[in-house]
T-cell receptor
Framework: ELKVEQNPLFLSMQEGKNYTIYCNYSTTSDRLYWYRQDPGKSLESLFV?????AVKQEGRLMASLDTKARLSTLHITAAVHDLSATYFCAVDHGGAQKLVFGQGTRLTINP | DAGVIQSPRHEVTEMGQEVTLRCKPI?????LFWYRQTMMRGLELLIYFNNNVPIDDSGMPEDRFSAKMPNASFSTLKIQPSEPRDSAVYFCASRRSSVYEQYFGPGTRLTVT
């Protein structure tokens, strides 16, 4: 059974600081997804990482994938309040159709 | 471009009643997914369709749940009879077969009292 684990589950940080969210998964998969969810809202796709060593960046967020270690990271650079949200990673299971989600990391960025 | 459309956005019903949730995927997308989100269990895939055909319903919790996709632009998720433990946010998502990314609808918040 595929399991996806994120840590930390809760993260409170100050504006301007850097931090990393980790996503580990238990079985082989070559595709990993990062989503953002604001309170009471839907999920917004941030990144799709398709191969080992993939790195994608959008603004202050950078995601990377190491399929050999079964690990993805979401790095936040110089955090700003607008990045406060819950971030989910998800992994393919069954040929790009079945996403298994991590528990989510609730990120709070304080002024 | 219109995204995934779900209705209703909020539903409050009494235990034992039938509930029907509706979803319109993005035009041209040939995969449709139903997810459920709760605090206890997180985000779970319930069922998905490809070209209107149910492919995997192993996530459907029990026989009280059923889903249909009569055409490429409409799907329903029905719960009959509903129970308080069905209270959750139900998301519909769709994707095009040539693209891995799934696009989520706004969700339906279901409360069963």
């Amino acid at each position: 059974e595929l399991k996806v684990e994120q840590n930390p589950l809760f993260l409170s940080m100050q504006e301007g600081k850097n931090y990393t969210i980790y996503c580990n998964y238990s079985t082989t998969s070559d595709r990993l997804y990062w989503y953002r969810q604001d309170p009471g809202k839907s999920l917004e796709s941030l990144f799709v990482l398709l191969s080992n060593g993939a790195v994608k960046q959008e603004g202050r967020l950078m995601a990377s994938l190491d399929t050999k270690a079964r690990l993805s990271t979401l790095h936040i650079t110089a955090a700003v309040h607008d990045l406060s949200a819950t971030y989910f990673c998800a992994v393919d299971h069954g040929g790009a159709q079945k996403l298994v989600f991590g528990q989510g990391t609730r990120l709070t960025i304080n002024p | 471009d219109a995204g995934v459309i779900q209705s209703p956005r909020h539903e409050v019903t009494e235990m034992g009643q039938e509930v029907t949730l509706r979803c319109k995927p993005i035009s041209g997308h040939d995969y449709l997914f139903w997810y459920r989100q709760t605090m206890m269990r997180g985000l779970e895939l319930l069922i998905y369709f490809n070209n209107n055909v149910p492919i995997d319903d192993s996530g459907m919790p029990e026989d009280r749940f059923s889903a249909k996709m009569p055409n490429a632009s409409f799907s329903t998720l029905k719960i009959q009879p509903s129970e308080p433990r069905d209270s959750a946010v139900y998301f519909c998502a769709s994707r095009r077969s040539s693209v891995y990314e799934q696009y989520f609808g706004p969700g339906t918040r279901l409360t069963v009292t």
